[in-house]
């Protein structure tokens, strides 16, 4: 089986990707979903989430914006909350390819946004990264998210800069350009996955 890892900084165009991918039958892991769904009601990460940043959690579910507050711009803390996440995220995607090989599957996606930070890129056969001009993905962030420039730097700040992710990348999609642009991009590179 092919893992394909699928990374590119926030805003860049993974998940529009990741739904191409899907769209061809090859099933996706969603790191950021996984986060997401660990933190939401019932979730695995909340009890160590309220011990370490206390009045974080409201109603039993993580409240992302007083999180997102307590840990940007603040390194230290944003490092302990990657320990708590990332063992279970890792623990979450290892299930995700073990079924995936039960069930044959001849290809797999990760979608990570830190692949190359958690060198996750040890753990697949191929790295696509998704890449645009800085101004694009500033804008872009702009149109969906309600995040504040300065939550938004932060982030960008903690990722691995752009043209380092395309340096170590075996595939780079360009997403600054029409979006039928990158969907052709992606075609043919899933065209080279077909046995
Ligand atoms: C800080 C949190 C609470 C903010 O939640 P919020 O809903 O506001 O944002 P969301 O999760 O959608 O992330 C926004 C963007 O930031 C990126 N991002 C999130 N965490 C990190 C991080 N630790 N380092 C770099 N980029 C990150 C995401 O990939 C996404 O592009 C949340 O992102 C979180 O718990 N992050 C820590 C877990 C983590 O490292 N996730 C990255 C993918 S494994
Ligand atoms: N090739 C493209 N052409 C035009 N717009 C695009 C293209 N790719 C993505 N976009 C737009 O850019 C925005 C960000 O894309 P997407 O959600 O796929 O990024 P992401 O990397 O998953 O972001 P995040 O890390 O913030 O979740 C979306 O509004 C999407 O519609």
Same mark, same amino acid.
Do not use: E
């Given at each position: 089986m092919r893992i394909i890892g699928l990374t590119g900084?926030?805003?860049?165009?993974?998940? *529009?990707?990741?739904?191409a991918f899907r769209r061809a039958g090859i099933p996706v892991f969603d790191a950021d979903a996984t986060v997401h769904q660990l933190q939401a009601r019932g979730g695995r990460a909340i009890p160590a989430i309220e011990? /370490?940043?206390?009045? *974080?959690?409201?109603?039993?579910v993580v409240d992302r914006a007083a999180l997102r507050q307590a840990v940007l711009g603040n390194p230290g803390a944003l490092t302990r909350l990657e320990h708590i996440l990332h063992p279970m995220v890792e623990a979450e995607e290892r299930a995700f390819v073990a079924r995936a090989r039960r069930a044959g599957k001849?290809?797999?996606?990760?979608?990570?946004?830190l692949l190359f930070e958690t060198k996750g890129d040890r753990r697949v056969? *191929?790295?696509v990264?998704?890449?645009?001009?800085? /101004?694009?993905?500033?804008?872009r962030i702009g149109l969906r998210r309600r995040m504040s420039k300065a939550d938004v730097a932060a982030v960008i700040a903690r990722q691995m800069p752009d043209r380092e992710k395309r340096k170590r990348a075996d595939v780079v999609i360009q997403t600054g350009l029409s979006r039928a642009h990158t969907l052709r991009a992606l075609r043919r590179f899933i065209g080279t996955l077909r046995p």
């Open positions: 900084g926030m805003g860049m165009g993974k998940s *529009t990707a990741a739904a011990a /370490a940043f206390p009045g *974080t959690i409201r109603g039993g001849p290809a797999v996606v990760l979608d990570i946004p056969d *191929t790295v990264v998704v890449s645009a001009p800085l /101004a694009i993905q500033i804008h």
